[in-house]
């Protein structure tokens, strides 16, 4: 499947390329079995097995088939093919994922990224709350293809929030995410964005005693862009050719306003925290012209 | 080290950022993160400059002696070929 043009084209084939069927998975690609738990990838088709059962196989152009087992979890079976095997897809199609939780403001975007744990979905969440309409939530998909504009693309998946984070973002609660997690869907305050837009900014969220946000720079915003989240692996795996992998972070790396944002994991300061947020925003320069 | 330093150009990318110059072997896929005098070595290997007169060339950019930042140097393109960065010395 060659990779889209647009961003526009990208959504589209996003959207195509992750229809699902229910039918049988084999064991693994190319002869292996896969290790329930572990993905493999080759020539175009992603795979995943999964200890409770489920299997997921890719293959371009004919979208996602799910092999389901008897008594399987609905929930876990979207959480898989909502999350790893989204991702998987996204990288066969070129599309770069980036570990981060994002608002739209003015028509770009911003985007926080971090370890699982670090705040990403409650910053937005409380970010929605004064006014930020949300644009992703856990995974950003980027659409950069050679020297064309760096964009994102609208998220797919909702909103999920630990309880103590509904609580403290003020966000209205809703289903239980289920699945063995202790997290339950929560509405974007200020709505969700739909369209592809412009990625300007990426805030790492990192927890120390002192509030601050301060400029990323120089090779440091390149090793950022590597990090050891499983996505990385993924898109690496997709993108074999790492003088094109190397180029295409470079891209990145020179094209967002990269920023850390040090804050104290403390109930006390949240409100604080979001604030910061909010300036960095707020105050980001070269805002798009009306 | 008497021939003439150039750069593996098919065996890394690289970038500058900030002006700090990232290097990545495409070999091993390993980082190098060059700034300062390292970053002025490796811009100084063009193909034009054996060790000796690199050195010089170093030595005058940052107004100091070649003998005071010999060692450092040498030890720095020794590390550049260890990695298959660049050919000579």
Redesign the interface.
Known sequence: MSPPHSSMEALAQMERETRWNRGSVPIGLDGTAATPGRWQMAAGRFLLRCESGFGFLYEAGRGITVEWPDGGDPQEEQLWRCGTVHTGIACLNGLVPIHASAVEHDGQVFAFAGPSGAGKSTLVAALGQRGLTLFCDDTLLVHSPGDGPIMALPGHKRLKLLEDAVEMTGAVGEAAVGAGTNKRFAAAAAGASTQPLPLVSLTFLETGPDMRCEPV???D???RL?DDHYTQAIFEAAQPD??AL??LR?KL??GIVMTRLVRPINRSRFASSVDAALNHILRFPGRKAA | MSSVLVKNSAAFSETTIDGEVVVMSLDTGTFYSLTGSAAATWALIDGTRDYTALLDDLAAHFKTSPSLIGADTDAFIKSLVEAGLIAGG
Do not use: D, V, W
């Open positions: 720079r120089g090779a915003r390149f090793a590597a790492r003088s190397f180029a470079a790396a020179q």
